[in-house]
């Protein structure tokens, strides 16, 4: 089985920043795409960011330029670095994989758990 674990997210005034990781474990063959997501009280959950095992990265328009996206291989860990916050950002943050167990098995999208990010006035 595969476990994605979250951390660094909390609480920040607008204009602030913050770093969230995202640490897979488990068996793991090798790890396609990595991502970010978000869902905020009321709304459907989007993407922030995604990036490629090779480090190509793709960002929703209302981060960029803002967020960076980046990923560990060795580690097997993708980050999310947040700045220039605004209140609009504040949502529970989903990272996802797309894992391949074992040599040979098919691709399977793994999610964490959420981390809370709430950005004040």
């Known amino acids: 089985q595969v476990r994605l674990v979250e951390s660094g997210g909390g609480l920040v005034q607008a204009g602030g920043s913050l770093r969230l990781s995202c640490a897979a474990s488990?068996?793991?063959?090798?790890?396609?795409?990595m991502g970010w997501y978000r869902q905020a009280p009321g709304k459907q959950r989007e993407l922030v960011a995604a990036i490629t095992s090779g480090s190509s990265a793709n960002y929703a328009d209302s981060v960029k330029g803002r967020f960076t996206i980046s990923r560990d291989n060795v580690k097997n860990t993708v980050y999310l670095q947040m700045n220039s916050l605004k209140p609009e950002d504040t949502a529970v943050y989903y990272c996802n994989a797309d894992v391949v167990v074992r040599r040979g098995y098919p691709r399977f999208l793994f999610w964490g758990q959420g981390t809370l990010v709430t950005v004040s006035e």
């Open positions: 488990g068996t793991i063959f090798s790890i396609n795409a």
